[in-house]
């Protein structure tokens, strides 16, 4: 089973650059998310996804585009990179509302 | 607003001696609880979650957790460490909102073994 699967693995992009990251899951979950990881400040949420068609804020949604056109697919846009979002990005996938979360091995981008 | 606080950064430990990982919660109800556990560049992993069931919570690889809602503590614990337990660990609180259960993560704490 390929789980949550995440690409690229690393990317570099300069100020201003615009870029996809993609996460796909093979589950047939309904809910999907984004997270970002900074070091010592854990895991925030950018933005979800409770189903195909329906997406909302995470707790750090600025800078961010998300859309949910299929139950597979949650990709994260950055429109206009800024240093700032230089982090790692976790995607993950889960079947309930009280159902554990299924992680993908992240993206690691750097934003110069 | 729930949060939690992991006590420490870092935690070193011997191969074969217990584990402590502490946490600390906030929460206005009655909360739903997780450990996470990170390998180096590996996405996280459950390691076990309270639903306000037992108190005591068993998850894998040996890891206990006992929810202690006197103290608001969930602390993380094994009998005896292995090399492989190195790790990064989180300890994290649900949030539910909207239908979508957001889940507030701690700052981690990173797990050190050595032989």
């Known amino acids: 089973n390929a789980g949550v699967t995440q690409t690229p693995k690393f990317q570099v992009l300069k100020t201003g650059q615009s870029m996809t990251l993609q996460c796909a899951q093979d589950?047939?979950?309904?809910?999907m998310s984004w997270y970002r990881q900074d070091p010592g400040m854990g895991l925030r949420l950018i933005h979800y996804?409770?189903?195909?068609?329906?997406?909302d804020q995470g707790e750090v949604p600025n800078g961010y585009n998300v859309s949910r056109s299929t139950t597979e697919d949650f990709p994260l846009r950055l429109l206009s990179a800024a240093p700032s979002q230089t982090s790692v990005y976790f995607c993950?996938?889960?079947?309930?509302?009280?159902?554990?979360?299924?992680f993908g091995n992240g993206t690691r981008l750097t934003v110069t | 607003a729930q949060s939690v606080t992991q006590l420490d950064s870092h935690v070193s430990v011997s191969e074969g001696t217990p584990v402590l990982l502490r946490c600390n919660y906030s929460?206005?109800?009655?909360?739903?609880l997780f450990w996470y556990v990170q390998h180096p560049n590996k996405g996280l992993q459950l390691l076990l979650k309270?639903?306000?069931?037992?108190?005591l919570v068993k998850g894998i690889n040996g890891f206990e957790a006992e929810f202690k809602k006197s103290e608001t503590s969930f602390h993380l614990t094994k009998p005896s460490a292995h090399m492989s337990d190195a790790a990064e660990y989180f300890c994290?609180?649900?949030?539910?909102?909207?239908?979508?259960?957001?889940?507030?993560f701690g700052t981690g704490t990173r797990l050190l073994v050595s032989p």
């Open positions: 993950a996938s889960s079947s309930g509302v009280n159902s554990p979360l299924h």
């Open positions: 589950m047939n979950h309904e809910y």
């Open positions: 996804s409770v189903g195909a068609g329906i997406t």
């Open positions: 929460s206005s109800y009655s909360p739903s």
């Open positions: 309270y639903t306000s069931a037992a108190t």
């Open positions: 994290v609180v649900s949030v539910m909102n909207t239908g979508f259960q957001k889940l507030v």
